[in-house]
């Protein structure tokens, strides 16, 4: 006998619940996802995508994907996150590449942040 098990559309998975976690305490919750007002008064939406369902969070600053929240079980970190990397980022990081790396470096404990760049 075969059990099909469905997904409740309102049930989170650890992975995305975490990943909405890490960018709450500086903003709101919205229906397209966080909304943070940055200290010179520039508003960021963070939002995120499921790719694989429990193993991988696509994340996105308007409709910039700054990288991918993965699992990882390896050196004592429970995610990785690998930022995106684009033309021209060893001249500089943008104000949202910037946040997103300094919300990793925030959880450090759970995250690991492999960097695009170097």
Sequence with gaps: MIELKVKDPNEKSEILAYAETMFLPGG????????????????????FFERKYGTEVEIS????????????TSQGYSYVFEQKKRVGMRNGLTMEEQFVEDTCRMCNDKVLLRKAYH
């Design 28 to 47: 709101k919750m919205m229906s397209n996802g966080i909304s943070i007002e940055m200290e010179n008064g520039k508003r960021l939406v963070v939002s």
């Design 61 to 72: 600053i308007g409709r910039t994907v700054m990288g991918v929240l993965k699992t990882y």
